[in-house]
């Protein structure tokens, strides 16, 4: 164990994060060994990676210190953050910087940061066709993250940008799953037009991560993008029919509608969408499932990710 590299990764227990605490572990010729970063150590999730054999510490994102301590002694540090737990950009941008700072006080030598684009540099704030959030923001869980690449970039933390894409397990967790409509039929709905959504399962993000950290000297200082497939909403509705052995309905919808869907960051969602829409071969083009799959040869497939999680989404 003495001899091999340290893996710091923040939210552990999270989706990305523990997909990467996993695809680490049951890799054994890896070189690398993990430490599990999260908020309670006695949490059953936590107690589930220390069962499998990782080191799991407390940290918090929003204590600089404990995060120096946690990442102290470890080769590379998967950071993630945490928006749609306080829905607050400031408080992401404040978590990726107690990163970055402790990624630069501990030397470590990998950091692989979960970002995403900053699309006022495709829609400026003075751009009418959608909405400016928060007063500052287009998509403010997309922007932050982009404006925090920089927070890596100028301590001079060897970093490597990993940009993600939907997770389908949205569909079971986000409340983004197929729902009855007046006639009883099921409707997938999104405001994507015929536009292809990349997607992937969320614990694909950490094997892809994972192999990232494998391929350090190909990737550092680089931004690589991730997918499992690109889907319109037609395509994925058809998958669903299949999997579910029911008809389910693309519902394609105007963003505008979408933002006014009532739920907590609609607006923010709807934004999103369309940013992937309207600006979809250069969203699309960022995130090659080719280069997905040189870095986690298991990349799933929407279908056989459906086929492996049907059961779990809810349809009403």
């Not at 030397?107 to 699309?119: G, K, N, P, R, Y």
């Not at 920089?150 to 949205?170: A, H, I, M, R």
């Not at 680089?222 to 998958?239: C, I, R």
Request: charged share 20%; hydrophobic share 45%.
């Amino acid at each position: 164990m003495a001899d091999k590299q340290v893996i710091a990764v923040v939210g552990a227990t999270g989706m990305q994060g523990g997909g990467l605490v996993r695809a680490i572990l049951a890799d054994r010729a890896s070189g690398m060994t993990v430490r599990a970063l999260t908020r309670d150590v006695n949490s059953d999730k936590a107690k589930e990676l220390a069962r499998l054999g990782a080191e799991v510490v407390a940290a918090d994102v929003h204590d600089g210190d404990s995060l120096k301590r946690a990442f102290a002694g470890a080769y590379g540090a998967f950071c993630v953050t945490f928006f749609w737990a306080h829905m607050s950009p400031e408080k992401e941008f404040a978590e990726a910087e107690a990163m970055a700072t402790a990624a630069k006080a501990a030397a470590v030598q990998h950091v692989i940061w979960s970002t995403l684009e900053d699309t006022r540099r495709w829609v400026p704030l003075n751009d009418n066709r959608m909405p400016t959030l928060m007063g500052k923001y287009k998509v403010p869980h997309f922007d932050v993250k982009g404006e925090a690449d920089q927070l890596f970039k100028q301590l001079g933390v060897p970093t490597t940008c990993l940009l993600t894409s939907f997770y389908w397990d949205n569909l079971i967790h986000f409340g983004m799953g197929p729902k009855k409509g007046s006639d009883g039929a099921l409707l997938f709905t999104l405001p994507m037009g015929e536009a292809k959504l990349p997607g992937i399962a969320a614990e694909d993000i950490g094997k892809c991560a994972s192999g990232l950290f494998k391929k350090r000297d190909t990737y550092l200082g680089k931004t690589v993008g991730v997918a499992g497939e690109h889907l319109t909403g037609s395509q994925m509705a058809a998958a669903l029919t299949k999997a579910l052995g029911q008809e389910v309905r693309y519902n394609s919808v105007p963003p505008e509608v979408y933002r006014t869907f009532g739920f907590p960051g609609a607006d923010d969602l709807g934004n999103m969408f369309q940013f992937k829409r309207d600006f979809n071969a250069a969203f699309c083009g960022a995130r090659d499932p080719a280069i997905a799959r040189t870095l986690n040869p298991g990349l799933q497939t929407f279908a056989q990710w459906l086929e492996a999680n049907k059961a779990q989404i809810p349809l009403s």
